[in-house]
């Protein structure tokens, strides 16, 4: 059953084999074809058999490996590495065929290249997903043939091979290293003067040798007895929350990738920028209810706890509540914040509705509300009008591009700090605002 299971022969083979037996037949009409037939049939059979034995002879006559990471990046190009060894004696010819995940929806892969004998050859293609989870990679099947090219030898390999999508670690490296360059202007990044260096109190303790006198607190060391100073924390440890808002609005798809993952892959880059920053990161996640809760903190592992929650974050057909956020961030969130609320708004009526909670938010904390642009509607906007129903639709689309900038001057009127932004800036404007924030001391 094994041998059935890995014999493939040539479609070649049955066409030759057709056309003997076609002569065959004809030799009962045609006397004289009778014995070509049984002589071609004879040295087709001939053939099959000595290509038979040629593939057949050797047991493990041929290797091959994928070579997949540990995880992909979601939204990047990612390789898949594989290694070819053909240990026959002769030279062969390969088709590769890999069994990509179903998500990809990719059926027609192929690769096709010659080997001499014990000869190795590598080669690499790249996989884009746009949704995270677990990918499932089936059979990397190779069906090998000799010259004579009339029967494949079909050898299966590693069955099934899982990797985990996550959030676009490459993004965050990317940025990562741009955040500490010479050259931010090229990539989108604003250059903001430093205004004032500010402080934070954090905590009375006791005096020790070589803290500032200025310091001291009078009225504690009063009632101590003990000479007592204030203990202030800089400015660049402040605590930074990304607030991922996971309802229904934020499904959008925006060339193949959705809002909600566009946000998280934000997030995890911000993060990493803010760390690198040595500020203090934490994260919350909501839509009817409260999902994920991270408390703030200043460690560089932290930043694979936030990974490991962003992994797992979907988006829910819910309208968020509002409300149940801003209860949250009043009890869980106790010290001035900057807070980067990620979420969408269709409609300025919507956003009103939501107005109350996020003023109320933004009374103690810093509050920045990332908005999208529909580059759909901005595509229509610039296409030129030919007729009654083009000039129709564009104008609906002119009157849902301006309710987009109506809230956030409605935003700003509250004084909400707002980005209005294209999905694919989103990255490069969160990380701007947030230099601007530090640079101006506004938090």
């Known amino acids: 059953m094994k041998f059935l299971k890995s014999l493939y022969i040539h479609p070649n083979f049955f066409k030759v084999l057709a056309l003997g037996s076609a002569c065959f037949l004809l030799s009962f009409w045609i006397h004289w074809l009778y014995p070509l037939a049984w002589v071609l049939v004879l040295i087709i059979s001939l053939v099959a058999c000595i290509d038979l034995i040629l593939l057949y002879r050797f047991k493990n006559a041929f290797e091959a490996k994928r070579w997949l990471p540990k995880k992909f990046s979601n939204s990047d190009d990612n390789l898949v590495h594989i290694s070819l060894h053909n240990r026959y004696p002769i030279k062969t010819w390969l088709q590769v065929i890999d ?23 590598d080669f690499s293609y790249t996989v884009r997903p746009v949704d995270r989870g677990e990918y499932i990679f089936g059979n990397l099947n190779v069906f090998v043939s000799t010259g004579l090219k009339i029967i494949k030898r079909k050898f299966t390999f590693q069955e099934h091979d899982t990797v985990a999508v996550y959030p676009s670690f490459v993004q965050m490296q990317k940025y990562d290293f741009l955040a500490i360059s010479n050259h931010l202007t090229e990539f989108g990044f604003k250059k903001i003067r430093r205004i004032g260096h500010t402080q934070e109190f954090e905590q009375i303790k006791e005096y ?33 929350y990304s607030i991922i808002d996971t309802g229904r609005v934020m499904k959008m798809p925006f060339e193949g990738l959705k809002l909600l ?16 920053k040595h500020d203090k990161v934490g994260l919350l996640t909501f839509s009817k209810n409260i999902e994920a809760f991270l408390p703030a903190q200043d460690k560089l592992t932290h930043l694979n706890k936030i990974m490991d929650q962003l992994y797992h974050i979907d988006t829910q057909f819910q309208d968020s509540d509002f409300g149940r ?30 107005l109350p909670s996020l003023q109320a938010i933004a009374k103690k904390h810093l509050l920045v509300v990332i908005i999208f642009e529909n580059t759909e509607l901005e595509e229509l906007i610039s296409t030129p009008t030919q007729d009654l129903n083009s000039i129709y639709h564009k104008t609906i689309a002119e009157k849902f591009s301006l309710e987009k900038y109506t809230m956030v001057r409605e935003l700003q009127k509250h004084g909400i700090q707002t980005i209005l932004t294209k999905p694919e800036n989103l990255t490069v404007n969160a990380i701007n605002k947030y230099l601007e924030v530090k640079a101006k001391g506004l938090l």
């Open 208 to 240: 020790v040798p070589g803290n500032d006198f200025r310091t001291i607190n009078w009225k504690a060391t009063a009632k101590t007895g003990q000479l007592m100073v204030n203990q202030y924390q800089d400015e660049r440890s402040q605590p930074i």
């Open 261 to 276: 993952d566009y946000a998280i892959n934000a997030s995890l880059a911000f993060s990493n920028v803010a760390l690198k």
């Open 325 to 354: 956020l801003y209860a949250q961030v009043k009890r869980q969130i106790s010290h001035r914040s900057m807070l980067m609320l990620y979420t969408n708004f269709e409609h300025i009526s919507a956003l009103k509705r939501q």
């Open 99 to 121: 069994e990509l995940p179903a998500q990809f929806q990719k059926r027609d892969f192929e690769y096709r290249t010659a080997l001499k004998p014990n000869e190795t050859k």
